[in-house]
């Protein structure tokens, strides 16, 4: 788990799912000083093309290039290699590609990171947070509870030799008594109290996914599509604040 006693604001990540410049600049201009970290996903990578991640670093921010990479391991590991030259922070495969494929996607990352900078940060989506238990048992056919493949990922996942996974801030505690508290968690499913929930089905609120003991909460729409963006930023930052001044 990373220290508690960083500061709140580097532990999260804002999903700029958009596809326009346009509507990029206009985020970042509001929440300007604010965010330290972004999240680019495939609507934005695939509107605006990998340089994105170029304009963003550029602008001092941290970016999570979550495009999710599933293929073979020799793709998946090519694929990892020329995003490497990128230099984003994190970036994200799916854990159901196997362990082939995540060991070569680490491989892949290893040999194209540029020469002195650090590895970015290389993590394994577990199970989607909007996937259900219905739909992981009737249309992925996997039987069981969602917790159980959520930690037979993770599991595989570490022993590929990645940093840590994404998952539901709910499944944090269990996969990190089984796996360490280094091995990094990063949760998307982040709904402040009255949020719409919209897609999203395993969800917490930012203070009960940090209390949870989640190191990175991705957070879109709750902050990109309210109505004023800086209010909701600052209630989240507020909440989390007051509840870890209330559990130390
Ligand atoms: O708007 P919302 O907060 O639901 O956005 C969540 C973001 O996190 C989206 O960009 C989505 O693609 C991403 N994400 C997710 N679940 C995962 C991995 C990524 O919701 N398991």
Redesign the pocket.
Known sequence: MLPQTADVRERMIV?L?FATMEEVKQCLSVLHGRIRYV?V?MELSYAQGPSIVNYLKDQGLKVFL?LKIHDIPNTAKGAMRSLAKLGMDMVNVHAAGGLAMMEAAREGLEQGTVAGAPRPLLIG?TM???TSKRTMNEELLISGEVEDTVLHYAKLTKQAGLDGI?ASPLEVPFIKKELGDSFITVT???RPLGADQ?D?TRITTPEQAFRLGSDYL?????ITAANDPVAAWERIVEAVEEDRANQA
């Open positions: 999903a799912d999240k996903g979550d989506v989607l947070t909007s994404v998307p499913g982040i919209g999203q991705v957070i879109g729409r709750a």
